[in-house]
């Protein structure tokens, strides 16, 4: 079973930057595809932002391409998402996802928590 603990959400003035942190248990961060959804609050679904599949290869929802970053650390088992210039669309709560297919990474099996991200103006 992986779980998936996120950590670094709060609130943040537009144009700066957060990193959230997702730690990962019951499988190796290397072998498994992983990415950050995020919920906008009335909204009706969930989008995925970023991605790193199982070979390292990311992937980056137009609405944060050039200012965000999802990387991973196999020494610690974590993953990382990195937001530069965030702007008061960012506010939302972010999950970090997992799946052991990298073709079921928009529609993943195991879900964190989540975490509220929250940008003023």
């Known amino acids: 079973q992986v779980q998936l603990v996120e950590s670094g959400g709060g609130l943040v003035q537009a144009g700066g930057s957060l990193r959230l942190s997702c730690a990962v248990s019951?499988?190796?961060?290397?072998?498994?595809?992983l990415g950050w959804q995020r919920h906008v609050p009335g909204g009706k679904m969930r989008d995925l932002v970023a991605?790193?599949?199982?070979?390292?290869?990311?992937d980056y929802a137009d609405s944060v391409k050039g200012r965000g970053d999802i990387s991973r650390d196999n020494a610690t088992n974590t993953v990382y998402l990195q937001m530069n210039t965030l702007k008061p669309d960012d506010t939302a709560v972010y999950y970090c996802?997992?799946?052991?297919?990298?073709?079921?990474?928009?529609?993943?099996?195991?879900w964190g928590q989540g975490t509220q991200v929250t940008v003023s103006s």
């Open positions: 991605s790193i599949l199982k070979d390292g290869t990311t």
């Open positions: 019951g499988a190796l961060v290397s072998r498994i595809a």
């Open positions: 996802v997992a799946d052991k297919a990298n073709s079921a990474i928009e529609y993943p099996l195991y």
